[in-house]
């Protein structure tokens, strides 16, 4: 099985400061052939379902704001919110769907 | 729109059995795979199981293999968890998610319900 691993599990960034989260697998997530890395993430906000924000390692969704961005490839991602705002605040999981799927344990966002 | 609505949580005695179930609509349903993720409370995410379009590939979690069952009813836009032999770790939101599919294959789920709430305990 793919383990996924996020640092830190809670993170307190200023509003309008950069926020970044980190993502590690235990095995690459790059699919050669197609060289695209099969690492999604999610925010979560308490009482909701997980919203996608970013597929494939850096791919924003529609509707999801610029300042969020996803980096990183083979085994190592990163998720970067250049610009923190209220509305921020949430649970954030990176996902990979290379085999099957596993989630990291997540990492919570607050306001410092 | 995409709309998945989840059912058949409640409170279960140890042992018991709940099934659950998922009604789409919004999309094909019979062109999509499918999962079940849970969130014990306060918790991180889970992925529970999948099942692909035809229901001929069926994968689980190993917490859950030999006792919870996923199928579905393309006919019914509906997917289903059958949960038996129930422990009180399993207490959780379900959620059933869609995964984005192209025509090769299916990867990151890209839809989710809201979610039941199954509470096992005596």
């Known amino acids: 099985d793919i383990v996924m691993t996020q640092s830190p599990d809670s993170l307190a960034v200023s509003l309008g400061e950069r926020a970044t989260i980190n993502c590690k697998s235990s095995q690459s997530l790059l699919y050669t052939s197609n060289n695209k890395n099969y690492l999604a993430w999610y925010q979560q906000k308490p009482g909701q379902p997980p919203k996608l924000l970013i597929s494939?390692?850096?791919t924003r969704e529609s509707g999801v704001p610029d300042r969020f961005s996803g980096s990183g490839s083979e085994t190592d991602f990163t998720l970067t919110i250049s610009s923190l705002q209220a509305e921020d605040v949430a649970v954030y999981y990176c996902q990979q769907y290379f085999n099957i799927i596993t989630f990291g344990q997540g990492t919570r966002l607050e306001i410092k | 729109e995409v709309q998945l609505v989840e059912s058949g949580g409640g409170l279960a005695q140890p042992g018991g059995s709940l099934r659950l179930s998922c009604a789409a609509s919004?999309?094909?349903?019979?062109?999509?795979?499918m999962n079940w993720v849970r969130q014990a409370p306060g918790k991180g995410l889970e992925w529970v199981a999948y099942?692909?379009?035809?229901?001929?590939?069926?994968y689980y979690a190993d917490s859950v293999k030999g006792r919870f069952t996923i199928s579905r009813d393309n006919a019914k836009s509906s997917l289903y968890l059958q949960m038996n032999s129930l422990r009180a770790d399993d207490t959780a939101v379900y959620f059933c998610?869609?995964?984005?599919?192209?025509?090769?294959?299916?990867?990151?789920?890209?839809?989710w319900g809201q979610g039941t709430l199954v509470t096992v305990s005596s």
């Open positions: 099942i692909n379009t035809r229901g001929s590939t069926i």
């Open positions: 919004g999309f094909t349903f019979s062109s999509y795979s």
């Open positions: 998610a869609k995964r984005y599919c192209d025509t090769r294959a299916c990867y990151y789920l890209d839809h």
């Open positions: 494939w390692a850096s």
